[in-house]
C-alpha cells in the first residue's frame, strides 16, 4: 500500500495551501462575522480549477482524481471552512451527479460553465419534515406536456442564495414510495421558483444557506436527471461523494485548530514555563493528532475506492463519521488549551469550534452514518 502522493497531487496540495493561507485564512474571520459570502475568493479557486475537479476536462473540469480533489479541499477548509462546503457542494453535489447522469444536452448547459467555476450550483434533498428521512419526499413533480410541475420546499440548501442551478428531487409517483421519487435540474430562473428563508447559523457563516419554494414551478421534461423513479438511486450514490467532502471539511477545520492549540501552547507562561511542558497540555495534543491523522487516512481510502470505480458506501460513511465526531473533539481541545481567550473572537479556536458542530449533521448526521455501517456490516 502506498501511502505517499503522487508528484500532481503534492503540487495540487501545495497551489491550494498557498491559497488558503494568502488569501481565505487572513479573510476568514471577516466573512465569518459578517455572515458575507465569498464571492472574490470563489471566482480566484475558479481559476485554480478548484470548482469542477473531478469532471473531466472536455465538460470544463480539471479531469483529477478524487485523492487530488481531497487534498485541495482540506487546505480551502483548514483556511476558511465556509468556503470550503461552497466548494464541496459545487463538486460534488452538483457537478458530480449531473456527469454521472445528465445527458449530453444536460452536460453542455448544466456542467461546462458550472465545472468551470463561471456558474455555481446546489443540491436540495432535504425538506423542513423530511432531514434524515430523505426517501420520504413531499415535494411533487407532474409531467404536463412538455414540463414538469413541481410544488415543495426544500430545507437547509447551501449555497442557495447563489446558485444559478440546483439538483431538485421530487415524487413523481408517490405510490411508489422511495422508487418513485425523480431528480431534476430547476434553474433559478423558471418560473415558480424562488428563494425562502435565509438562514442565521452558529457557524460556517460565510456559507449561504436558505430554504427554496417551489409553485407550480415549470422544469422542462429535458431537465429530468436520469429517469423517472431513479432519484432516490442518485441522491444517495451522490451522497457517497458528498461524505467524503464533508469528512474533507471536518478534517482542514481539525488542522486547523490544532495548529492554533500548538502554536498557544508554545507561547503562553504558566507556573514558570510554557503550557506546552504540561502533560496534561501534551496528552490533548497528541490525542488530537493521532485522531486527525486516523481521519485522513479514512477519507483517503473512500477517495481511493471512489477513483478505483468500486463502491465506497460504508467507507464514506465511516469517514465522515470519525472526521465529523474528530473535528469537534480536537476544536474543543483547542478551546480548552487556549483557556479564557478561546472562548473569545480574538483567537480563531472559537469559529473552529463553531465550524466544526455542522459537520455531525449535514450530510447525513452521525446517528445516519452509524445505520449506513451496520447495514452494511449486517449484509456480509
Not at 496540495?13 to 474571520?29: G, I, K, T, V, Y
Not at 458550472?114 to 425538506?127: D, H, Q
Not at 442565521?200 to 431537465?223: D, F, H, W, Y
Not at 473533539?329 to 483557556?339: D, E, M, R, S, W
Amino acid at each position: 500500500m502506498n501511502f505517499q502522493l503522487s508528484d500532481e497531487q503534492k503540487m495540487i496540495q501545495q497551489l491550494a495551501r498557498d491559497f488558503a493561507q494568502e488569501q481565505l485564512a487572513p479573510a476568514s474571520a471577516e466573512l465569518d462575522q459578517k455572515a458575507e459570502f465569498p464571492s472574490r475568493h470563489l471566482k480566484k479557486m475558479a481559476e485554480l480549477g478548484f470548482m469542477g475537479m473531478m469532471i473531466p476536462q472536455e465538460w470544463g473540469g480539471s479531469g483529477l482524481d478524487t485523492l487530488s480533489y481531497v487534498v485541495a479541499l482540506e487546505e480551502i477548509a483548514a483556511g476558511c471552512a465556509s468556503t470550503a462546503v461552497t466548494m464541496s457542494v459545487n463538486n460534488s453535489l452538483f457537478c458530480g451527479p449531473v456527469h454521472k447522469f445528465g445527458t449530453e444536452h444536460q452536460k453542455k448547459k448544466y456542467l461546462f460553465p458550472f465545472a468551470r467555476g463561471e456558474k455555481l450550483g446546489a443540491y436540495c434533498l432535504s425538506e423542513p419534515g423530511t432531514g434524515s428521512d430523505a426517501a420520504n419526499q413531499q415535494t411533487t413533480a407532474v409531467l404536463k406536456g412538455d414540463h414538469y410541475i413541481l410544488n415543495g420546499t426544500k430545507n437547509f440548501i447551501t449555497n442557495g442564495p447563489h446558485a444559478d442551478a440546483m439538483v431538485v428531487f421530487a415524487m413523481t409517483d408517490k405510490a411508489k414510495r422511495h422508487k418513485g421519487i425523480s431528480a431534476f435540474i430547476v434553474d433559478k430562473n423558471f418560473i415558480g421558483f424562488s428563494i425562502g428563508k435565509v438562514e442565521k447559523k452558529l457557524g460556517i457563516r460565510a456559507s449561504s444557506t436558505c430554504s427554496i419554494v417551489l409553485q407550480n414551478c415549470e422544469v422542462p421534461r429535458e431537465n429530468l436527471l436520469g429517469r423517472e423513479g431513479e432519484g432516490f438511486t442518485i441522491a444517495m450514490s451522490t451522497l457517497d461523494g458528498g461524505r467524503i467532502g464533508i469528512a474533507t471539511q471536518a478534517l482542514g477545520i481539525s488542522r486547523a485548530a490544532l495548529e492554533a492549540a500548538l502554536r498557544y501552547s508554545r507561547e503562553r507562561e504558566a507556573f514558570g514555563k510554557v503550557i506546552s511542558d504540561f502533560q496534561a497540555i501534551q496528552w490533548m495534543l497528541a490525542d488530537s493528532a493521532t485522531r486527525i491523522d486516523a481521519s485522513r487516512l479514512l477519507i483517503y481510502r473512500a477517495a481511493w475506492l471512489q477513483d478505483q470505480g468500486q463502491s465506497c458506501t460504508l467507507e464514506a460513511a465511516q469517514a465522515k463519521l470519525y472526521a465529523s465526531e474528530t473535528s469537534n473533539f480536537v476544536t474543543n481541545k483547542a478551546v480548552q488549551i487556549h483557556g479564557g481567550y478561546g472562548y473569545c473572537s480574538d483567537y480563531p479556536v472559537e469559529r473552529y469550534l463553531r465550524d466544526a458542530r455542522i459537520t455531525e449533521i449535514y450530510e447525513g448526521t452521525s446517528e445516519i452514518q452509524r445505520l449506513v455501517i451496520a447495514r452494511n456490516l449486517l449484509k456480509t
